[in-house]
């Protein structure tokens, strides 16, 4: 079964440090989406891509965070330096086009980052 | 202010009863609404949807109930199963724009055996 596979799986680093996210989601799924989930709440979106290009990252950190999606393929969510409200669980979704309105998104098993 | 609300944050039931889940959203612009099920370091797994078109669907033992004058939609789990101890959440989609999803806080059920 296909699945949206995230690395690394969990992480720790510093503060002030520069810490980075890669997905890949599921072949042929053309929305990718970043969420946030902190301990306790549900998850937050902080990007949403179609294809390469980002339709909505209002409740992105820009001062810190960035996401990309070059190819329109797998992605890279990066923060820049961290701080210790970052920590977190990141997950990737995705979910399908093809010719009809997106349905359910399908989520990575997430990255736990701890920031020290 | 929080679209998706899901007012229990835990639920106690015995294996084999009835689990209910509940969920209220404010915006009326939602169209289209989601369950997820997430264990504890895992990503969240979809579990089923419901169109705002329709009141009920049903998949095996799970059977979600949409009440839009009321705003309101439901989980229902029977039986439950000690497997279906996790965190649950609710999400809603608006219709038009970006299709994002909207989440609530969770619900974490516990089936005792």
């Known amino acids: 079964e296909a699945e949206v596979a995230q690395s690394p799986r969990y992480k720790i680093t510093e503060k002030s440090q520069a810490v980075a996210f890669w997905c890949d989601p599921i072949s042929g799924h053309a929305t990718l989406y970043w969420y946030r989930q902190i301990l306790g709440q549900g998850p937050e979106l902080l990007v949403q891509f179609q294809d390469e290009s980002v339709v909505d990252d209002s409740q992105l950190p820009k001062d810190r965070f960035s996401a990309e999606r070059l190819k329109g393929v797998d992605s890279t969510l990066k923060i820049q330096p961290a701080e210790l409200g970052d920590s977190a669980m990141y997950l990737c979704a995705s979910s399908g086009r093809g010719g009809r309105r997106n349905t359910e998104a399908f989520f990575g098993q997430g990255t736990r980052l701890t920031v020290v | 202010d929080q679209q998706v609300k899901q007012n229990s944050p835990s639920l106690s039931v015995q294996e084999g009863r009835i689990s209910i889940l509940n969920c209220d959203y404010t915006?009326?612009?939602?169209?289209?609404f989601l369950w997820y099920k997430k264990y504890p370091a895992e990503g969240p797994t979809f579990l089923i949807s419901i169109s705002s078109i329709k009141d009920k669907n049903e998949d095996g033992r799970f059977t979600v109930f949409l009440n839009k004058s009321a705003k309101h939609l439901s989980l229902h789990i029977v039986p439950s199963q000690p497997g279906d101890s996790a965190v649950y959440f609710c999400?809603?989609?608006?219709?038009?724009?970006?299709?994002?999803?909207?989440f609530g806080k969770g619900t974490k059920l516990t089936v005792n055996p």
């Open positions: 999400a809603a989609r608006t219709q038009g724009g970006s299709e994002k999803l909207v």
């Open positions: 915006n009326s612009m939602f169209d289209y």
